[in-house]
């Protein structure tokens, strides 16, 4: 580990810090490592099931080279699932609806298991989505690759090349980023070796809030909202004068501008010159995202509120066709890896974690 990073943050000196192999967040810098490679190295040209090989290395010793075909065959049998996918489970919120159908899914400490739950978010969103839209799931394609085969049960028909390199560079954004309060939960629960399975259903519980993973969809809608460029710095002005925060901008770890927004913002590009539209979209969020980091700036001048993930990340899950009411279990999809990855080196270490408390509630009474 870098010298700096096992430095504890100023004023938590005592602090004992998490040790990982796995990821590091420098917030000073805007950098992101994952397993010794820089955010700018993998994504845009890093396969996600790679990626997946990358994050599990040491951790499974019967990881094969390429898990693109262990992959497929997790897909085609978590599908069974879907079955259980009835009008009440389809009711319920995407995120709640796949968490459900992950909970079905046996609990283990092997790779089996944990190949089934990186199948299980990318097979069990598309069939919610469907489902709700009124259209029956298609099954898993067990020989495409893991993206390829996520977009053509999405929408029914092949993608594209940049629709597949685009999910590819946004699952592979967020496998992993350090300690967050998902991941943390994943290592609480694997730490009890509770199972797998028991962990990734934590981290999605946790991902699921408002403050996390279900930070994206309000990005439409602020987009929605402005409506034009031209209306953009009014609408800015009166949202801030309200006291409302500006979705996709801020970050409580980066100082600077978020590594991942320009992960995505490359991919959001390549989309729209690729012959599918949205074109006039791009031009227009970054209309708004420039009047939005000028507005900021005047502001709040004390505080770092730069462009982060969910901006772009809400771009490019829209020009994908997923709607925004299911963008926290696309992040599941590429998250549900670093899950994973930390549960099994938690595991490793055989440590329950355990964190201390201060109790500062009254004392009892003296007897008299």
């Known amino acids: 580990m870098n010298a700096h ?5 100023e004023g938590l000196e005592g602090v004992v810090a998490a040790r990982t192999v796995l990821s590091e967040v420098d917030g000073q810098a805007g950098r ?3 397993r010794g490679r820089s955010l700018d190295d993998l994504a845009g040209t890093t396969r996600f099931e790679d990626l997946v090989s990358l994050l599990f290395e040491g951790f499974f010793e019967d990881l094969p080279t390429d898990l693109t075909a262990a992959l497929g065959a997790a897909r085609a049998e978590v599908f069974a699932e879907v079955t259980h996918l009835d009008a009440d489970l389809a009711a319920h919120e995407p995120v709640e609806a796949v968490r459900a159908l992950m909970a079905r899914l ?3 400490d092997d790779l089996a298991t944990a190949l089934r739950l990186i199948a299980a978010p990318a097979v069990f969103t598309p ?3 469907r489902i709700q839209a009124g259209q029956r799931p298609v099954a898993p394609g067990p020989a495409l690759p893991h993206a390829a085969d996520i977009l053509r049960m999405l929408t029914g028909v092949a993608p594209g090349a940049a629709q597949i390199a ?4 946004y699952l592979v954004t967020v496998s992993d980023h350090g300690l967050n309060a998902s991941t943390f939960a994943a290592r609480v629960v694997a730490s009890t070796r509770a199972g797998l399975t028991s962990a990734v259903l934590a981290g999605i519980s946790a991902l699921k809030g408002p403050l996390h993973g279900g930070a994206p969809g309000p990005v ?3 987009l929605d909202g402005i409506g034009s460029p031209d209306n953009a710095r009014a609408w800015i002005e009166a949202a801030l004068a309200r006291g409302e925060r500006l979705m996709g901008f801020g970050h409580r770890i980066y100082r600077v501008r978020d590594p991942r927004a320009d992960a995505l913002k490359g991919p959001v590009r390549a989309l729209a ?7 006039g979209r791009v031009a227009f969020a970054e209309a708004v995202e420039a009047a939005a980091l000028d507005i900021l700036k005047t502001h709040k001048p004390d505080r770092p509120l730069d462009t982060n993930v969910e901006f772009y990340t809400a771009l490019l899950l829209e020009a994908l066709d997923f709607p925004p009411s299911a963008f926290t279990c696309v992040f599941a999809m590429g998250r549900v890896a670093g899950w994973l990855a930390h549960a099994r080196e938690q595991l490793a270490g055989g440590r329950l974690v355990r964190p201390q408390s201060v109790y500062v509630g ?4 003296k007897a008299a």
């Open 5 to 9: 990073a096992s430095a504890p943050p």
């Open 32 to 34: 992101l490592i994952i």
């Open 106 to 108: 046996a609990d283990g």
């Open 127 to 129: 069939a919610v989505i």
């Open 273 to 279: 010159a690729s012959g599918g539209g949205g074109a």
């Open 220 to 222: 439409i809608e602020m």
């Open 362 to 365: 009254p004392e009892p009474r």
């Open 166 to 169: 685009g999910l590819d560079a």
